[in-house]
């Protein structure tokens, strides 16, 4: 099994200028996402030195359950022919779906603003070769806090654990329909 890297604790302003760079955008769009009530998750693609993409979650504003930062990042990239030279930002760990995604499309290396509020598959991305960094940044951890916070079920039905039923409306029953 491979072993997770430990968490590196460098601030973020000290950190190599694409990873600021990109890490802060990378927190623009989270807080965009937070500010539109949605969950607080951005993502930045980086090829060959260069932003060419950037997302964040939209599952709650699309009703798109797929919608996740990483995913909308790489739809958001376009056909970019090879994902040689790319490095894929995310304020959180990802998850199963990103990460296979991450895989399949052999990115191969993702950096990650923290994975203290959600481990992710952290694993996955490690068994296939992909060069993971973990910046435990506070920032994008209190986003994720704060928001988890105040919408628990809404994050739950995010990482697709069982959240209460709300029980559908149902039809009203024909002897309260109106007379004609
Ligand atoms: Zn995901």
Same mark, same amino acid.
């Given at each position: 099994m491979s072993q997770i890297p430990p968490a590196d604790s460098t601030p973020l302003e000290d950190t190599d200028p694409q990873t600021l760079t990109a890490m802060e955008a990378a927190l623009a769009e989270a807080r965009q996402g937070r500010d539109e009530g949605g969950i607080p998750i951005g993502s930045v693609l980086v090829k060959d030195g260069q932003i060419v993409a950037r997302r964040h979650n939209r599952r709650v504003q699309q009703g798109d359950?797929? &919608?996740h930062a990483e995913i909308d990042c790489l739809r958001n990239a !376009? $056909?970019?022919?090879?994902?040689?030279?790319t490095v894929l930002y995310s304020t959180l760990m990802p998850c199963y779906l990103c990460a296979g995604a991450i895989v399949q499309f052999g990115i191969p290396k993702v950096v990650v !603003?923290? &994975? $203290?509020s959600f481990p992710g598959a952290a694993e996955l991305m490690l068994e296939h070769g992909v060069e993971l960094i973990d910046l435990d940044l506070e920032e994008p951890a209190a986003l994720m806090r704060d928001f988890m916070e105040r919408e628990p079920a809404l994050w739950a039905e995010d990482i697709g654990e069982a959240v209460e039923a709300t029980p559908a409306a149902r039809p009203e029953s024909d002897t309260d329909q109106p007379q004609r």
């Open positions: 359950p797929v &919608a !376009g $056909r970019l022919g090879s994902f040689q030279n !603003g923290e &994975a $203290r």
